[in-house]
């Protein structure tokens, strides 16, 4: 009984060990060049070990290709790969500057990659002994003419049109997260009980746990988005590691200056690995009737090339900002803008 637990024990790790091994990265589905010679599949080793791709297959709904070797018939670990077309010029092809030497170039012993946008097709690599080593089903949607499909994370099977005409063969895709990334949010800005209030999230959106992250929110007077001292800030250092795709809850109140418009800046940095990332809202702290009073109208200039205008006093004792104000009479209005 016991050898026959550690046979099955050793055929699921055996099994284990094999599968997924190789990661399909990246797909060039529709290509702005020749679709007979520019299609191509990007692949990754997540492994710690070197694989030999050329015990491999590829699989395209159709027909099942076995992977040959163009500069290499191994993968290294945490190396990409590029399976290209039969026919493509490795010479003078378009990826000719593009590709890395470095990166490991395949091909198929078929005419090409027989990828297409007008229907979904199952993608699949094959390990010598037939068992699926990863797939993926094109078309939820097709990326646009000439950008490719490009995975997210290797974890899961979540794709996305690349950010780059002519995608990202042999390089990081460029919708994966960074390696240390952070996002900030304000989720809610009001002014209640004489002061300006809110909350926000920071978002580790990179690979990696972010340990020591500055958090500082202010009352942007000048308008500039840079914290200048004596504007009212909300401060902390927060010591907590923030692993990948934590969220942190933040709570911040500040004090004004001024009446009417104020702009609201938060920001969020790590000083260790040089990211940082800012937002921002705007908030109107209210008027009472009476602060701002018509003080002159000049409604029918006499003088050429004279305008009309209007006079306003402001009655309070803090500076107003009229951005965002409206001024009405029976026949419209018009609202006072920084211009």
Known sequence: ?????????????????????????????????????????????????????????????????????????????????????????????????????????????????????????????????SISIDLYITGNPFPIDGHSDERIKYDDSIWGGSLNLGGTPGYKNSISPKDYGLEILIDSCSFLSDEISGNGRIINNGLNDINGINLRVWNDANFDSIYTNGEYQHFEIISDSLHFEDTLIFNFSLSYNVLGFNQIVAKVENITHNISDSTYTNIAVPLSVGDLIINEFYPRPQITNSAEYLEIYNNTLSSINLRNIKIKDNTGSAVITNN
Request: proline fraction near 2%.
């Open 1 to 129: 009984m016991k050898t026959i637990k550690k046979i099955i024990f050793l055929f699921f790790f055996i099994i284990s060990n094999i599968f997924g091994q190789i990661k399909l990265s990246e797909l060039m589905i529709n290509p702005i060049g020749n679709e007979d010679t520019d299609e191509f599949i990007e692949i990754f080793n997540i492994s710690d070990s070197a694989i030999i791709i050329t015990d491999y297959y590829y699989i395209n709904s159709d027909d099942t290709s076995k992977i040959l070797a163009l500069s290499d018939s191994v993968l290294e670990a945490g190396e990409y790969g590029i399976i290209l077309d039969s026919e493509y010029d490795t010479t003078s092809g378009v990826y000719k500057n593009i590709i890395p030497h470095s990166v490991s170039k395949f091909t198929i012993d078929d005419d090409n990659l027989g990828l297409t946008n007008s229907s979904s097709k199952v993608i699949e690599i094959l390990s010598k002994d």
